[in-house]
């Protein structure tokens, strides 16, 4: 058999984080304010976070250090393993070669502190006392948790309401590293007041958290606003996965054909595909496939419409270009919390728009099958957000099977699902069902996208 565990020691531990926009064919369209309409600038963005997130988002610099400070808190973890998921290979019968980098390792259990650590960091560096946050499935919130607390920060999380409900452990996590945790739609701001009025037992959505969020962060001096996911500055930071993945497939003899990650705003597949999508981008490998995974029930990449959008439901964070559901969209109560958000990054949108990378949705009902086909070969639990990836690999390995290519597949195995045992629980006694797409309360939300300056 060959080798199944490709190890880093942590001097291999990458020392620069990648910034794809210095590779991109045409530049990203800018944020807009929104307020004015107008293209943002630095300034205007100073109120949520501190200058040098700022300024790495629009950075057009291909390497970027990663702060010593930093990179002590990310050894607690990394280097992460890759792995050879041999069994599941036999399970299928397929000549597929399939591999996974598994960043269920970090301390909350996902790849989320890849850049909460760094976030933290140069909130500190700047003098910022309290940071706020949302959280969809409690990954991002009880990521950002630790690492508030690693450099004594103070931090409070709106955690959608359904998942709050779904994940009490996780809301005690938070607690643990010493984190204030509330649902969302929540009485302490006025976003979550006036939903609560028009709907008391609204299930909150991501973009709602973040309008909580953001109100509450705007509103005081010595707070700051953090993001887990879509931003230039996130999806950079989560750049070490792919950079440790190169070193780890040539170990393993090999370089991917096939590159898959599960997507809610596109912060881990970003992070594990865009160091190997810059081969693609600079020529060197032309046919390398990069498939982006989302749920059916909020199919942003494959039903959405680019356009210009509010990044949250109240219409207080910056207007990204993207492919968008509407951000007044509240998407079906499926587990796979933080797959759960009506936009995407602009950078993932931007490569799906110039055909650089594919998209697909997939239904509940088949991602933990094959979840469940993960562990019971792989050993791993998956997060149900996880789950999405998997089921595309399984699907993908199966082509191979039918054709007979022995294709080699790496996808990003985003988090462990330890606190998502009622989902399982859910699945295995058969009290799962898929939803269909909400054709019609997109078709409603996507009329109130903000009107923009023409050309933009
Ligand atoms: C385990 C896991 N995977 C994936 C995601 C999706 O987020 P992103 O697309 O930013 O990686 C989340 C978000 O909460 C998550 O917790």
Same mark, same amino acid.
């Given at each position: 058999?060959?080798?199944?565990?490709? #190890?880093?020691?942590?001097?291999?531990?990458?020392?620069? *984080?990648?910034?794809?926009?210095?590779?991109?064919?045409?530049?990203?369209?800018?944020?807009?304010?929104?307020?004015?309409?107008?293209?943002?600038?630095?300034?205007?963005?100073?109120?949520?976070?501190?200058?040098?997130?700022?300024?790495?988002?629009?950075?057009?610099?291909?390497?970027?250090?990663? +702060?010593?400070?930093?990179?002590?808190?990310?050894? !607690? *973890?990394?280097?992460?393993?890759?792995?050879?998921?041999?069994?599941?290979?036999?399970?299928?019968?397929? +000549?597929?070669?399939?591999?996974?980098?598994?960043?269920?390792?970090?301390?909350?259990?996902?790849?989320?502190?890849?850049?909460?650590?760094?976030?933290? $960091?140069?909130?500190?560096?700047?003098?910022?006392?309290?940071?706020?946050?949302?959280?969809?499935?409690?990954? *991002?919130?009880?990521?950002?948790?630790?690492?508030?607390? !690693?450099?004594?920060?103070?931090?409070?999380?709106?955690?959608?309401?359904?998942?709050?409900?779904?994940?009490?452990?996780?809301?005690?996590?938070?607690?643990? *590293?010493?984190?204030?945790?509330?649902?969302?739609?929540?009485?302490?701001?006025?976003?979550?007041?006036?939903?609560?009025?028009?709907?008391?037992?609204?299930?909150?959505? =991501?973009?709602?958290?973040?309008?909580?969020?953001?109100?509450?962060?705007?509103?005081?001096?010595?707070?700051? $606003?953090?993001?887990?996911?879509?931003?230039?500055?996130? !999806?950079?930071?989560?750049?070490?996965?792919?950079?440790? &993945?190169?070193?780890?497939?040539?170990?393993?003899? %090999? %370089?991917?054909?096939?590159?898959?990650?599960?997507?809610?705003?596109?912060?881990?597949?970003?992070?594990?595909?865009?160091?190997?999508?810059?081969?693609?981008?600079?020529?060197?490998?032309?046919?390398?496939?990069?498939? $982006?995974?989302?749920?059916?029930?909020?199919?942003?990449?494959?039903?959405?419409?680019?356009?210009?959008?509010?990044?949250?439901?109240?219409?207080?964070?910056?207007?990204?270009?993207?492919?968008?559901?509407?951000?007044?969209?509240?998407?079906?109560?499926?587990?796979?919390?933080? =797959?759960? $958000?009506?936009?995407?990054?602009?950078?993932?949108?931007?490569?799906?728009?110039?055909?650089? #990378?594919?998209?697909?949705?997939?239904?509940?009902?088949?991602?933990?099958?094959?979840?469940?086909?993960?562990?019971?070969?792989?050993?791993?639990?998956?997060?149900?957000?996880?789950?999405?990836?998997?089921?595309? #690999?399984?699907?993908?390995?199966?082509?191979?099977?039918?054709?007979?290519?022995?294709?080699?597949?790496?996808?990003?195995?985003?988090?462990?699902?330890?606190?998502?045992?009622? &989902?399982?629980?859910?699945?295995?006694?058969?009290?799962?069902?898929?939803?269909?797409?909400?054709?019609?309360?997109?078709?409603?939300?996507?009329?109130?996208?903000?009107?923009?300056?023409?050309?933009?």
């Amino acid at each position: 058999m060959e080798q199944s565990k490709f #190890v880093l020691t942590e001097d291999k531990l990458p020392t620069r *984080w990648y910034n794809i926009q210095a590779d991109l064919p045409e530049p990203l369209p800018p944020y807009l304010h929104p307020g004015t309409k107008q293209p943002l600038g630095p300034a205007d963005l100073a109120p949520l976070f501190p200058m040098e997130l700022i300024m790495q988002e629009v950075s057009q610099e291909r390497y970027i250090d990663i +702060p010593e400070e930093v990179q002590q808190v990310l050894r !607690l *973890w990394r280097p992460t393993a890759l792995f050879r998921a041999h069994r599941l290979e036999k399970l299928l019968d397929t +000549p597929a070669k399939i591999f996974y980098k598994y960043e269920g390792t970090s301390p909350p259990g996902s790849h989320k502190p890849n850049t909460a650590v760094a976030q933290a $960091y140069y909130n500190k560096k700047e003098g910022i006392k309290r940071i706020t946050t949302e959280t969809g499935a409690g990954q *991002w919130g009880s990521s950002l948790a630790f690492a508030c607390q !690693l450099f004594d920060i103070e931090c409070k999380v709106y955690m959608v309401r359904v998942s709050y409900n779904q994940k009490p452990y996780r809301r005690i996590m938070m607690e643990t *590293w010493g984190a204030t945790c509330v649902p969302s739609p929540s009485p302490d701001t006025k976003a979550g007041r006036d939903m609560l009025e028009q709907d008391p037992d609204c299930p909150g959505s =991501l973009g709602l958290a973040i309008s909580e969020a953001v109100e509450d962060a705007v509103m005081r001096e010595d707070t700051h $606003y953090s993001l887990g996911s879509v931003l230039n500055h996130v !999806l950079m930071h989560q750049s070490v996965e792919g950079l440790e &993945a190169l070193q780890q497939m040539e170990m393993a003899g %090999y %370089y991917p054909d096939i590159i898959i990650g599960c997507v809610g705003g596109g912060s881990n597949a970003a992070g594990l595909t865009f160091p190997f999508l810059q081969d693609k981008l600079t020529g060197k490998k032309p046919d390398l496939r990069v498939i $982006y995974v989302e749920p059916d029930s909020c199919p942003t990449l494959t039903k959405g419409l680019y356009a210009y959008d509010y990044g949250d439901v109240a219409g207080m964070a910056p207007i990204a270009k993207m492919f968008t559901l509407g951000h007044t969209f509240m998407p079906p109560p499926v587990h796979a919390g933080g =797959l759960r $958000y009506h936009g995407m990054a602009p950078a993932i949108c931007h490569l799906h728009k110039l055909g650089f #990378v594919e998209a697909r949705s997939v239904p509940q009902l088949a991602t933990f099958e094959a979840g469940i086909q993960f562990a019971r070969t792989e050993g791993i639990i998956s997060a149900p957000e996880t789950n999405h990836a998997i089921r595309a #690999v399984i699907d993908e390995a199966l082509k191979c099977k039918e054709s007979g290519e022995s294709k080699v597949i790496l996808f990003n195995h985003s988090g462990h699902g330890h606190f998502d045992m009622a &989902a399982y629980q859910a699945y295995l006694a058969g009290q799962l069902s898929d939803y269909a797409y909400p054709a019609d309360l997109v078709q409603e939300a996507l009329k109130h996208l903000p009107e923009v300056p023409a050309g933009l």
